[in-house]
């Protein structure tokens, strides 16, 4: 019987995954403004109007009484059947979509 070496090939690997990674620093605040509602001024027929904006509602609404005040075009024969629905669940009948 014959002694042969065998050769062997050693691979060295080094995995990186971001989840081996750690980052330890800071983040420093200067100031904090607090702001509890955003209000925007926007012009409206040449009026302006003091919108509260959300950005994450689905429709925005006015009353009546501002929507006449604003003398916005408005067809009463026009009739939706859409309904709205406030995050506290209270339901809104609009006039026009």
Same mark, same amino acid.
């Given at each position: ?6 050769? +062997?090939?050693?691979? &060295?690997?080094? $995995? ?6 750690? /980052?330890?620093? #800071? +983040? ?18 040449? &009026?302006? +109007? +003091? /919108? ?14 501002? /929507? ?8 009463? #024969? ?7 629905? #406030?995050?506290?669940? $209270? ?5 026009? #979509?």
């Amino acid at each position: 019987m014959s002694k042969q070496k065998e050769k +062997v090939n050693a691979i &060295q690997y080094d $995995h990186y995954d971001s989840e081996d990674a750690l /980052f330890i620093g #800071t +983040v420093s605040v200067d100031s904090i403004q607090q702001c509890k509602e955003w209000k925007e001024s926007i012009s409206i027929n040449k &009026q302006s +109007v +003091v /919108f509260k904006l959300d950005t994450g509602a689905q429709a925005n609404i006015i009353s009546e009484k501002l /929507f006449r005040k604003l003398s916005l075009p408005y067809n009463r #024969t026009e009739k939706t059947k859409i309904k709205l629905v #406030t995050y506290d669940r $209270h339901k809104i009948s609009p006039i026009i #979509t």
